[in-house]
């Protein structure tokens, strides 16, 4: 039991690992467009 809770937090966490890095992305790629709109 033990085993599986570990697993299921492990998931659980690279889900918003993954989560965060696509928004970190996500905010890059528009601040890059924001800033070649404004240039």
């Known amino acids: 039991v033990d085993a599986v809770i570990v697993a299921v937090v492990a998931i659980a966490v690279a889900d918003a690992v993954m989560v965060a ?4 992305a996500v905010i890059t790629v528009a601040a890059k467009c924001n800033a070649a709109v404004a240039a």
């Open 21 to 24: 890095v696509v928004a970190i």
